[in-house]
């Protein structure tokens, strides 16, 4: 039997030598990505990258506390305008001003997680979509920020590195990424993680026990926006140009989709879950290229839904792929890799 002695114990990153080999496995994988497939693929990998860190931070946030967010894109645009504007207005190197504005957008969710010490449920998924709502509206009318005009991204220098490809930005992108994820796995394993989970769990029983409710909502609305403030500094880049419009009600529910696909409670269900859904969101805007599917879609569309034709298909797939989640596995594909562990561990009886 597997027996832990010591809480830190469930902070060591490798429990055994076949978790380094498969560890160093992928880190070869992801080193030599860029190499093996072509330039769109390595912007496919960028724009997951960047989805499975808002992932991992929400997850902590709604699998893990239990807080309901429909408010992350507005922290995204946080991200993304802070970044660009403390490096376009007050000469901040990249690697200052993404942390930065990261900080910024923490502090919103700080402030964000105030009601949350009163509201749950739907009254908070509300309050959080006000602000999402809100933000964006906001940032629209400064022209510090470009206005309804946007802002251009500066370009991306790192000491003598000069990132002008989707390859050279893959591997900032995908550090970044593993280094958050497993900073993640390492907090929700110590005591502010417990302390999430117990909140999540029972918060009148969590607080009868000593957890801080006040601190710790707060902290984890904190911890959530910093991810998502991080990932945010990044799309600016991938895209180059951001503009108010960018950051949507639906990039929020996008978002969500992506945690509870994938699983609630689970990093590597929000991995898996914001690769998936990244990659369908982009091969679902050219599904009218498809033969025949792409005509009938198109008709079918203008016929009985909107006269755009299937501009907005990939969030139809999406609430359907969420409703059969939550209808067949509510665990997302966390659960299903779970079930697939346990049948070939028991195969073939």
């Not at 931070?57 to 893990?64: E, K, P, R």
């Not at 239990?66 to 990249?94: C, D, E, K, N, R």
């Not at 500066?154 to 593993?178: C, K, M, Q, S």
Request: glycine content about 10%; overall charge neutral; some cysteine.
């Amino acid at each position: 039997m597997d027996m832990k002695r010591h809480y830190y114990e469930d902070v060591q990153l490798f429990s055994s030598s076949v978790v380094v080999f498969w560890f160093a496995l992928l880190i070869l994988f992801l080193a030599l990505f860029p190499f093996l497939f072509k330039n769109y693929y390595v912007y496919l990998a960028n724009f997951m990258a960047i989805n499975v860190i808002v992932a991992v931070g929400l997850n902590l946030l709604v699998g893990y506390t239990g807080q309901v967010s429909l408010g992350h894109a507005g922290f995204f645009a946080i991200g993304a305008y802070g970044t660009i504007t403390l490096m376009s207005q007050l000469q901040l190197p990249f690697l200052l001003a993404l942390p930065a504005a990261a900080l910024v957008a923490a502090l919103f969710g700080f402030l964000l997680g105030l009601p949350a010490l009163r509201l749950e449920g739907p009254y908070l998924a509300i309050a959080t979509l006000g602000f999402g709502l809100t933000i964006t509206k906001v940032i629209g009318r400064i022209e510090l920020f470009g206005g309804r005009q946007g802002l251009h991204a500066p370009e991306l220098v790192i000491g003598p590195w000069h990132l002008n490809t989707d390859r050279d930005f893959y591997y900032l992108a995908v550090t970044l990424t593993v280094l958050l994820t497993l900073a993640a796995r390492n907090l929700i394993k110590t005591k502010v993680g417990r302390a999430f989970i117990a909140i999540r769990d029972a918060d009148i029983a969590a607080e009868s026990m000593g957890v801080h409710l006040t601190y710790y909502k707060t902290l984890a609305f904190a911890v959530s926006a910093f991810y998502t403030g991080l990932a945010g500094g990044l799309f600016a880049f991938v895209l180059r140009f951001i503009e108010p419009e960018v950051f949507t009600l639906m990039m929020s529910i996008m978002f969500l989709a992506m945690v509870v696909v994938g699983g609630l409670g689970s990093l590597f269900g929000s991995i898996v879950g914001a690769c998936l859904l990244s990659w369908l969101d982009l091969q679902l805007r050219n599904i009218l290229d498809i033969p025949y599917l792409g005509d009938w879609l198109d008709t079918l569309s203008k016929t009985w839904f909107s006269i755009t034709g299937v501009s907005n298909i990939q969030f139809i797939v999406f609430g359907l792929i969420m409703i059969l989640i939550m209808l067949f596995e509510p665990l997302g594909l966390f659960g299903f890799w779970i079930r697939t562990k346990k049948y070939w561990k028991t195969w073939p009886f």
